[in-house]
């Protein structure tokens, strides 16, 4: 069974990440085909056909012509991509066309103007309607789907998000930062609401010797450097770091991991830190985290948007629990079970 994959791009936040491993896993097992991204990577050689354009328009072109050769019996499609499931029911009807959702409907909509959320609406039903199969990452976002009236319940999966093998591989590291810190790795989504977490920072700043290290965050950033001026936070105790390709070392030392989101898919970043048995401080927001959290102990949630029980909750003590412990608890997240998954459906 040879599958071929849609991403935008293979570098980024956690939908990226996912679908570039299991690009690699499909690749070691001989059964990927194409990825069909606009900005790809070094990881696929020959597999990766890059479209050159983003937009909807050149990019549909791109993919209708350069899908002419690819024999693939089945595609992943994800993102803003999922709407390639259109060319695909023109072009090859036999085949399986499966799309992978990253965010609940319900809530994406919420942050979207009138015009973006009825051409949101549309598309994803679209692609819903002609797709085989839906996966999604926890159950809240199943029923997300079904209050939206986006997709049939018989075709959609839910399928959590893995824990990467190297989280298991790659332990003491060298200290990224001589200072302790708290990280939140996220990029500056509206989602993510990070204004929040800057402003519980900036709550308890005088009560800790930590710093705050944002990782996927860009440097001038002009949201979140209006944000670190309004709240008057002490000269270099923020620390935005860009895009970070191993985020690892910056797991393992941090002090405490946190994430302030408005909702949640299933986090990629949650399942990381808790690969490294960090004490994990999150918001008690719609989507995946309590699935998770189900399963790992080492947490605290908070209510959404309060930063002020935000803050609170950072000054707990590090508490990381053992590796052993971890690998306990974490088992049902493996890479080769989640991937299995995938592949039942990419292969039907």
Same mark, same amino acid.
């Given at each position: 069974?040879?599958?071929?994959?849609?991403?935008?791009? *293979?570098?980024?936040?956690?939908?990226?990440?996912?679908?570039?491993?299991?690009?690699?896993?499909?690749?070691?097992?001989?059964?990927?085909?194409?990825?069909?991204?606009?900005?790809?990577?070094?990881?696929?050689? =020959?597999?990766?056909?890059?479209?050159?354009?983003?937009?909807?328009?050149?990019?549909?072109?791109?993919?209708?012509?350069?899908?002419? /050769?690819?024999?693939?019996? /089945?595609?992943?499609?994800?993102?803003?991509?999922?709407?390639?499931?259109?060319?695909?029911?023109?072009?090859?009807? %036999?085949?399986?066309?499966?799309?992978?959702?990253?965010?609940?409907?319900?809530?994406?909509?919420?942050?979207?103007?009138?015009?973006?959320?009825?051409?949101? +609406?549309?598309? *994803?039903?679209?692609?819903?309607?002609?797709? =085989?199969?839906?996966?999604?990452?926890?159950?809240?976002?199943?029923?997300?789907?079904? /209050?939206?009236?986006?997709?049939?319940?018989?075709?959609?999966?839910?399928? @959590?998000?893995?824990?990467?093998?190297?989280? +298991?591989?790659?332990?003491?590291?060298?200290?990224?930062?001589?200072?302790?810190?708290?990280?939140?790795?996220?990029?500056?989504?509206?989602?993510?609401?990070?204004?929040?977490?800057?402003?519980?920072?900036?709550?308890?700043?005088?009560? *800790?010797?930590?710093?705050?290290?944002?990782? $996927?965050?860009?440097?001038?950033?002009?949201? &979140?450097?209006?944000?670190?001026?309004?709240?008057?936070?002490?000269?270099?105790?923020?620390?935005?770091?860009?895009?970070? =390709?191993?985020?690892?070392?910056?797991?393992?030392?941090?002090?405490?991991?946190?994430?302030?989101?408005?909702?949640?898919?299933?986090?990629?970043?949650?399942?990381?830190?808790?690969?490294?048995?960090?004490?994990?401080?999150?918001?008690?927001?719609?989507?995946? %985290?309590?699935?998770?959290?189900?399963?790992?102990?080492? @947490?605290?949630?908070?209510? &959404?948007?309060?930063?002020?029980?935000? $803050?609170?909750?950072?000054?707990?003590?590090?508490?990381?629990?053992?590796? /052993?412990? *971890?690998?306990?608890?974490?088992?049902?997240?493996?890479? =080769?079970?989640?991937?299995?998954?995938?592949?039942?459906?990419?292969?039907?």
């Amino acid at each position: 069974m040879m599958i071929s994959i849609a991403i935008p791009r *293979t570098t980024g936040g956690g939908a990226e990440v996912f679908t570039r491993q299991f690009a690699i896993w499909l690749k070691s097992k001989g059964n990927l085909s194409k990825i069909y991204t606009a900005f790809g990577d070094d990881h696929f050689n =020959d597999e990766s056909v890059s479209l050159g354009e983003l937009r909807a328009a050149a990019a549909f072109r791109s993919f209708w012509n350069k899908s002419s /050769s690819d024999h693939a019996r /089945s595609y992943l499609l994800t993102l803003g991509y999922i709407n390639f499931s259109v060319c695909l029911l023109l072009k090859r009807r %036999n085949t399986n066309v499966v799309i992978r959702l990253c965010n609940p409907p319900s809530e994406e909509i919420k942050l979207l103007n009138t015009v973006q959320a009825i051409r949101y +609406w549309l598309t *994803t039903r679209v692609s819903c309607a002609i797709a =085989d199969h839906i996966i999604v990452q926890s159950e809240h976002m199943k029923r997300s789907m079904l /209050s939206t009236a986006l997709a049939s319940g018989k075709k959609i999966s839910v399928i @959590h998000n893995p824990i990467s093998d190297k989280t +298991w591989e790659i332990r003491n590291t060298k200290r990224p930062f001589e200072f302790p810190y708290i990280l939140c790795a996220s990029s500056n989504k509206p989602q993510k609401d990070l204004p929040t977490l800057i402003s519980a920072f900036a709550n308890i700043q005088r009560m *800790t010797d930590r710093h705050l290290v944002l990782a $996927g965050v860009s440097a001038d950033d002009p949201l &979140i450097l209006g944000c670190i001026e309004d709240n008057k936070i002490e000269p270099g105790r923020v620390h935005c770091l860009g895009f970070v =390709d191993n985020v690892f070392p910056l797991i393992e030392h941090a002090e405490l991991c946190t994430l302030p989101s408005l909702f949640e898919g299933f986090s990629n970043f949650l399942l990381e830190a808790g690969a490294y048995g960090k004490k994990i401080i999150a918001t008690d927001c719609p989507g995946g %985290n309590t699935e998770f959290f189900s399963r790992y102990p080492n @947490h605290k949630t908070v209510p &959404i948007g309060d930063p002020r029980k935000l $803050g609170a909750a950072l000054l707990a003590e590090r508490n990381d629990l053992d590796i /052993s412990e *971890t690998r306990s608890l974490l088992h049902y997240f493996s890479e =080769d079970r989640i991937y299995a998954q995938y592949f039942s459906l990419l292969s039907q």
